[in-house]
């Protein structure tokens, strides 16, 4: 029989001065373990109780969810306390001596996953919007929150009878006379492949919004970049002036444009100066452009791209964009701007174009968007295409291992086939009381 697992406890709130601060306790038995404490109220009833420990004394606002109808699926209680953080860690360390010992980050909800209180789709939607920092990255976060994705559902409904027939072809095919017909499996899985390429697509915008898009902007003294930066973040954060030079370090700011998060890198103007200052801060630019989704090389309107700049993007050419600026006062093809003005709309599309491949951010809502589900179904996306591209006369083995293939890839897409590597990797980028 396998052992109750251990009580744990932790602040769900920050360990900050606030009006109220919340303990969270999961296990099984609460009410038992935590008599000498508190004497819980009736289920999910908020009640006030004493708090009593140690020659302390606390009005507490205290909830009890039995298990197995609660968040982990065991015994939850949540203490609402006065947020002095020293007696938070004093309640904290009191509940040690109850033999209850701090979780770990994320345990919470890793125990939920376990239960089956949650899925793995929607632990990791919530590990995102707990770290989400601006309103798009919170609608997508919450889009995925909940049921599986209907294409998931309709992938297994799809799959599962083909998966079955392949391997009885197999093992059976000769005695039984059961065949698989290519033809008609690449007729029943041909629109299916074709929503894995919608859903891959959407999945890679959807990634690279959750982590914001990195932008450096680069270009010659007096180029617009620090116009460029002020209109995008929304605020004045980068000085400008008439006077090449004036930006000598790097600025970086995390906002949201048009909808779209954005990480945006004001960089030192290239060209060759004996300021010793200037240089330094030129010498910082190449870590940027390393780092970056994209480098917006801004050349003013009317102007040849100064060689400099160009000698220090050639190393990344396959993801520069020219961006001509001040295009209010000169003729300019290509993606033209005119910042000071607000005529931005050339640049939103470029971005999304390059970036999100045209979709637009609302587009992406509901789609899969960590680096472990990019990545199974970009596997999946495979094993389907080399499945529909199989010769009609292959040996039935072939069409088996890759069905079996993309149905294994699925479970471990939502979790039914766990890696305890893999759910390690995943709580612990949450906080402690989750």
């Known amino acids: 029989m396998t052992p109750a697992p251990d009580p744990i406890c932790a602040p769900a709130t920050p360990l900050l001065p606030a009006a109220v601060a919340v303990v969270r306790v999961s296990g099984p038995g609460l009410p038992a373990l935590l ?59 009191h509940l040690g001596t109850l033999g209850v010992r701090l979780a770990q980050p994320g345990e919470f909800t890793r125990r939920a996953l376990l239960n089956g209180r949650q899925g ?18 919170l609608r997508l976060a919450q889009a995925r929150a909940g049921a599986l994705p209907g294409w998931i559902m309709e992938a297994r409904s799809l799959l599962a009878p083909w998966v079955a027939r392949a391997e009885a072809a197999v093992d059976y095919g000769e005695e039984e006379g059961i065949l698989l017909n290519q033809k008609d499996l690449t007729e029943a899985l041909a629109p299916l492949a074709a ?33 460029l930066f002020n209109a995008l973040a929304g605020e004045d954060r980068a000085i400008v002036t008439e006077i090449p030079g004036t930006t000598r370090d790097s600025l970086e700011i995390r906002c949201e444009w ?18 010793p200052v ?43 964009l ?41 587009a992406c809502l509901g789609a899969l968007a960590t680096d472990r589900q990019v990545a199974l179904l970009d596997d999946l996306t495979r094993q389907l295409d080399l499945l529909l591209g199989l010769d009609p006369g292959c040996p039935p083995e072939l069409p088996a291992s890759l069905l079996q293939g993309a149905w294994s890839l699925l479970a471990r897409l939502t979790g039914e086939d766990r890696a305890e590597s893999a759910l390690d990797a995943l709580f612990r980028g949450f906080c402690l009381g989750k």
Request: no cysteine; aromatic share 4%; glycine share 8%.
């Open 278 to 320: 200037e240089r330094l801060g030129m010498a910082r630019v190449a870590p940027l452009l390393e780092s970056a989704d994209l480098i917006l090389h801004l050349v003013p309107a009317g102007e040849a791209a100064s060689a400099p700049v160009e000698a220090a993007l050639l190393p990344f050419q396959a993801k520069v």
């Open 195 to 227: 929503r894995f390429h919608v859903e891959q697509s959407r999945a890679r915008a959807s990634r690279r919004l959750q982590d914001g898009l990195r932008l450096a902007l680069v270009g010659r003294p007096n180029a617009g970049k620090s116009t």
């Open 322 to 362: 020219e961006v001509r600026t001040f295009a209010d006062l000169a003729e300019a093809q290509g993606v033209a701007i005119a910042a000071q003005k607000g005529d931005l709309d050339a640049l939103e599309v470029a971005l999304k174009d390059r970036l999100l491949g045209g979709l637009a951010p609302d």
């Open 35 to 93: 008599a000498p404490l508190v004497q819980l109220p009736p289920p999910r009833r908020a009640a006030v109780r004493t708090l009593a420990w140690d020659g302390f004394q606390e009005r507490a606002l205290v909830l009890y969810f039995p298990g197995p109808d609660s968040y982990t699926g065991e015994d939850i209680v949540e203490l609402q306390t006065h947020g002095n953080p020293l007696l938070v860690r004093r309640l904290l360390a």
């Open 258 to 275: 048009r909808g779209l998060p954005l990480r945006l890198f004001d960089t030192a103007g290239l060209r060759e100066s004996p300021d």
């Open 120 to 137: 793995l789709l929607e632990a990791e939607a919530l590990r995102d919007l707990v770290g989400a920092e601006t309103d798009t990255q």
